[in-house]
């Protein structure tokens, strides 16, 4: 059910420094979540953002449009609020990482998954000195202990604003390793998402694109790229 509209009631969106870090003020009074929280973000670059958002509304507030808005406030009301079950519910993504999936080695699309899967997944067994199990087909093979244990501690590391953008990412590309590698600096966010839609891409070559598949595609692009965004400017 849409949100009813509200015309709009202050002048000004500015970012005032406060205790713990940054927040908004509409006419200069400070503004909370949506679960009633005071809206504190890490940075000045993640604040300014958020005021852009309501300075952008016109005479009437559009509430769909506060993307950033209602992501910075799941990690303030759920994130922040239970780390342990966030980081819970984004490990499956890494016990069953689509990077690890594979047809079988005489198929086509087996070689353009070793092209562009498996240098992703090497430079994350690199970076967080892992070892995931290959598996051609698409029966579940568990991921080593070892390698949860550590993707574990690289999450726990993360603030809770990169956490939600995880969460946001991992599930949206049915892979850790993409997540965690979208988050990383200069992150190349066409390239990983195209990867995470390898298989989807290879059907359509096969048979032709679907309209509407290729709308959800986009609209489902848009949130990477925004979970993307709110992590690096968590971190600004």
Known sequence: MAEPEMKRFYKEAAVAETEGGWRVLLDGRPIKTAGGRPQVVPTPALAEALAAE????????DAQTFHLRDLADFAIDAVAADRVQTIRDVMPYGDTDTLCYRADPEDALYQRQIAVWEPLLTEAEARYDVHFARISG????????????????????END????????????????TIAMAAIRPGADAEA??????????????LWGEDWEAAERRAARF???????????????
């Not at 309501?54 to 507030?61: F, N, P, R, T």
């Not at 579940?140 to 550590?150: F, S, V």
């Not at 604003?161 to 850790?176: E, G, N, R, T, V």
């Not at 990983?192 to 070559?205: F, G, I, R």
Request: proline share 4%; no cysteine; glycine share 2%.
């Open 161 to 176: 604003f990169a956490l939600a953008a995880l969460k946001m990412l991992s599930s949206l590309a049915a892979s850790l």
């Open 54 to 61: 309501w300075a952008a509304q016109g005479e009437l507030i």
């Open 222 to 236: 848009e949130g990477f790229k925004l979970a993307i965004r709110l992590a690096e400017l968590s971190r600004a």
């Open 192 to 205: 990983l998402w195209n990867a995470a839609n390898l298989e989807e891409d290879w059907q359509v070559e």
């Open 138 to 157: 698409i029966l579940h093979k568990p991921q080593p202990p070892e390698t949860m244990a550590r993707l574990e501690a690289a999450l726990s590391a």
